[in-house]
């Protein structure tokens, strides 16, 4: 008699990492903004500041071109701001020294008090929300923040000792180093509603049925992991990677950032932020994934749902899937 199913997790909060995400994002796209505009017309800035633009144009704009590169770096902490904590703790600290000399140079009356407005927006505005970033990668753990080893595997890499504490099925599957298949059938479900479906339509999931023929082939490349699931004659191909203590997953053109835990010899997965094209995407409005899976005779029990932040589920599939036994080897002499 099979295992009763462990209780399927809720869909996710907005984890604080995705707005971390998001804000570095929209640091990234104001620096490249504003950086270009000064560079490409330090003029018509300068004017509105009440500075003469005679003789300080290449000040301006060099002032605009270190505002850019700071916007390239905020956008690549943005894509893992554990990771690249640093760069943010230039960044606030950027921020913190600017108007400190600002307020120098307006008392010494070398700038006019107008240059309060670009304080105000280039750097006050953001004290709060970096200073909040920095925090939170603090209480995450720093040490995770300059890289996470893959040690005997992607997922043993991740969940490090926890690993050894799921079933046996479920470490054979998540801690091999070859290809590992499985196969079986499941139920497929679709959210309710003709825009759930056009999205799920559109991203290629599979449509609402029961008994579907699904298979599933992982092949371990080095540090990560590449997935086949077929369901029917529909094949999805996504690519696992570590980033930052998180288990990265990219289906197209979207990457799912999941945390992956160990819940009594189960398997659980939630996803804790998502990107489009390498961009950040908003808490209130991105995808998600919830996952479990735990041992079942001769294989695995999965359950997983895919939606999206604020419809709700897409699709959803579980049910129950076995192993491939590799064939055994010839006995046969050689030639």
Known sequence: MPPPSPAFPAPPRAHPLAWAAFILGLAAVYNLVWGAVVVLAPGWGLGLLGVPADANLPL?????????????????AATDPVRYWPLVFVGLLGKVLGPLGAVWAVAAGTLPAGIAVVNLTNDVVWWLPFGWILW?????????????GVSGGLYPGLMGPSHACLAPGLRRLHGATGPVEVSGLVTVERGPGALRRLIADREGFP????????????TPEGGREVWHRTFGTLTLRSIQWPAGGLLAERLGHVTLYLEPREVEGHLEMQSVRATAFGLPLPPFFAPYAVAVAHDAPGGLQIHVELGVTPLGRLVAYRGTVQFHEAPPPSTSPAP
């Open 60 to 76: 301006a704009q060099c002032i605009g071109m270190i505002v850019g590169v700071y916007g390239i770096g905020y956008g690549i």
């Open 207 to 218: 449509p609402a049925s029961e008994r579907v023929p699904v298979h599933l082939l992982v």
């Open 136 to 148: 939170r990668v603090h209480r995450s753990g720093l040490p995770s923040a300059v890289g996470c």
